[in-house]
Structure formats: structure tokens, C-alpha cells
């Protein structure tokens, strides 16, 4: 894997990670313990719905769930840039 298959998320101030493309936002959370609220993983419920603030993602699965437009789900995206998020 590369530095460009990798992004840096930012969750606060004193707390970032490194994410990986090949993997959605919420695996690569759940990789390094960050717990994460979610069901059905697809994109379907809107359970992992999170404050997206800087940044941008790519959705592997259309999400079926309703998000704001600040909004994104963890379960069936991953990061194309660095990512600022707020989690519930």
C-alpha cells in the first residue's frame, strides 16, 4: 500500500488516525478501536450516520438511508482525502 491509499482522519483535536481506501471508513475505524454505533453495515438503516466536516468520501454502495448534506455513513464509504468527522 502507498501514502496515496492513505488519508488521515481527524476525529478532534487530539485524536486522528490513519485510514486506508480499501477498506470502508467504518472497518478502518473499528481496526483501531474507535467505537462506532451501526447495524446493517449497507447503508440501509443510517444507524453509523456521522457529522462529516472537512473532506471528502466515495460511496462503495448507494446509501439507501437519509443523511443530511453534511452528513455520511461509515459503513459504505471510504475516504478520497483527508476527513474531519464528528461521531455521535
Do not use: N, W
Not at 29 to 35: F, H, S
Not at 53 to 78: H, K
Amino acid at each position: 500500500m502507498t501514502q496515496d491509499d492513505r488519508f488521515v482522519i481527524h476525529l478532534d483535536e487530539q485524536t486522528s488516525l490513519t485510514c486506508s481506501k480499501d477498506k470502508t471508513l467504518l472497518e478502518s475505524l473499528e481496526a483501531q478501536q474507535v467505537d462506532v454505533h451501526y447495524h446493517c453495515r449497507e447503508g440501509f438503516c443510517g444507524a453509523c450516520r456521522t457529522k462529516l466536516l472537512e473532506g471528502e468520501v466515495e460511496y462503495v454502495t448507494d446509501p439507501l438511508a437519509f443523511i443530511d448534506d453534511d452528513e455520511i455513513l461509515p459503513c459504505c464509504c471510504v475516504p478520497v482525502s483527508d476527513l474531519k468527522i464528528r461521531l455521535a
